[in-house]
């Protein structure tokens, strides 16, 4: 393979020195028609003239996935015979004889030192989260395991969530709440009070009683070593009546609830995947909604102009009240 410039297709290139960085080396080019200066990764696992074309494939993938397109149709690019010939030497690509096309072959073992470069991280990364994506996807067929996730995000929103207090004119919030608000524990306590008002919206939303069968993780210590004093501020917010209205809110909204917690739970899993190109993040989030969609009967698009009017319609719950909670802080996306 003749190497060309990219500019003016000149074939009249010679070596220009090389550029040592933190992703590899660089092999710079100098066209001699049009002085034209590019460079070039280098990777040893590869031929020097093959690099231009691996990375090309890895290029059209990442491309293929974020614009939508399935793993079997992603990243395939046009090939020409001596291409094709080349190609054959490489363990870890595929070629597509009949159509002249060929690709990275994501099922293939990767050298590592090509997953180290910019393009095969990302490369990798899409491929983790088409695997979230897909088990994701097989919670479709599966209302245990579904349920089961909607919870665990749930409760994850909630151990993230953070609470703040409002109230119209001083005094009104009550005393023992103030208290413990205020109170250096107040981190502590925030968790409990989070942990009982998952339990809270899995029974009334769900009718889950048992949550243990859920294993949400922390239960146990969650709800350990409460004092008298803790057990009267949780009563007053579950018994105020902001937050009936809150659960009668997702009562009628049980979607918008599902589609926030299970956003948080595979954020979680993008997390643990450390996933964090934002088309990768993206293509799983998506899923999710489609899911959450699927489940209860309704277009996607619906469901996010719901989540887009959330902040809204938590708003005018509680506007009304002399005291509350800024449920924006708390329901919300990751
Ligand atoms: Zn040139």
Redesign the pocket.
């Known amino acids: 393979m003749k190497r060309v410039?990219p500019?003016?297709?000149?074939s009249?290139v010679r070596k220009y020195g090389k550029v040592r960085l933190q992703q590899g080396i660089l092999q710079k080019f100098r066209?001699m028609?049009?002085?034209?200066v590019w460079h070039t990764r280098i990777v040893q696992c590869i031929p020097e003239d093959m690099s231009d074309l691996v990375f090309r494939m890895f290029r059209a993938f990442i491309r293929d996935i974020d614009a939508g397109k399935c793993l079997s149709d992603a990243g395939w690019i046009p090939l020409n015979d001596n291409e094709i010939e080349r190609l054959r030497e490489i363990d870890f690509c595929e070629i597509d004889y009949e159509n002249m096309n060929g690709r990275i072959n994501y099922k293939s073992q990767i050298p590592t030192e090509l997953l180290l470069t910019e393009e095969g991280r990302v490369f990798h990364e899409f491929l983790r989260a088409v695997g979230i994506a897909q088990k994701v996807e097989a919670l479709k067929n599966n209302d245990a395991e579904y349920l089961k996730a909607v919870a665990a995000g749930l409760n994850e929103m909630l151990k993230n969530a953070q609470f703040i207090f409002w109230e119209k004119k001083k005094g009104f919030i009550p005393e023992k709440l103030h208290n413990v608000v205020l109170s250096p524990k107040w981190g502590v306590f925030a968790k409990k009070i989070a942990y009982l008002l998952t339990v809270n919206l899995l029974e009334s939303i769900w009718g889950i009683s048992d949550v243990s069968k859920l294993h949400l993780g922390s239960n146990k210590e969650e709800i350990a070593g409460f004092n008298s004093n803790i057990n009267s501020v949780i009563n007053e917010i579950k018994e105020n009546p902001q937050w009936a209205k809150i659960i009668d809110f997702f009562r009628s909204n049980k979607d918008v609830l599902e589609a926030l917690s299970l956003a948080w739970f595979v954020s979680q899993r993008a997390i643990e995947e450390e996933i964090g190109y934002l088309g990768a993040e993206l293509l799983i989030l998506e899923t999710a909604m489609k899911i959450v969609a699927d489940k209860n009967n309704e277009d996607v698009a619906i469901l996010r102009e719901k989540l887009a009017n959330l902040n809204e319609e938590l708003y005018r719950l509680v506007c009304e009240e002399i005291w509350g909670v800024n449920w924006n802080d708390v329901f919300r996306l990751p």
């Open positions: 410039c500019r003016c297709g000149s009249q066209c028609s049009c002085k034209h």
